[in-house]
């Protein structure tokens, strides 16, 4: 059993940045790719970065490649994602989510997931 717990949401300038980060409870965290998945008001639920269980591959959406970093440190249970320049577009509540493996991830086949932080992007 993994709990995931999402932090550092706000609002924002367009241009700015913000670090989101996502605590894990659970022993088996490392065994897990982990996933940041959005969701916009009156949109689906949509895929935006993922990394592998021991961090040495990454995959991103296409719509945030270059802007935005996830990262994931296993000691410390803890998963990362670092938006930069920001875009009105960004705005949504992001989720953290542990996944069997990145291909799964990728569709959102995740096994658990968290409560989500909301990030707001002003013009």
């Known amino acids: 059993q993994v709990q995931l717990v999402e932090s550092g949401g706000g609002l924002v300038q367009a241009g700015g940045s913000l670090r989101l980060s996502c605590a894990a409870s659970?022993?088996?965290?490392?065994?897990?790719?982990m996933g940041w998945f959005r969701q916009a008001p009156g949109k689906e639920r949509e895929f935006v970065t993922t990394?592998?269980?021991?961090?040495?591959?990454?995959y991103y959406a296409d719509s945030v490649k270059g802007r935005f970093t996830i990262s994931r440190d296993n000691a410390k249970k803890m998963v990362y994602l670092q938006m930069n320049s920001l875009k009105p577009e960004d705005t949504a509540v992001y989720y953290c989510?542990?996944?069997?493996?990145?291909?799964?991830?990728?569709?959102?086949?995740?096994?658990?997931w968290g409560q989500g932080t909301q990030v707001t992007v002003s013009p």
């Open positions: 990394i592998t269980w021991s961090g040495g591959t990454t």
């Open positions: 989510a542990a996944c069997p493996n990145s291909a799964s991830s990728r569709y959102g086949e995740c096994d658990y």
């Open positions: 659970g022993r088996a965290f490392s065994a897990y790719a």
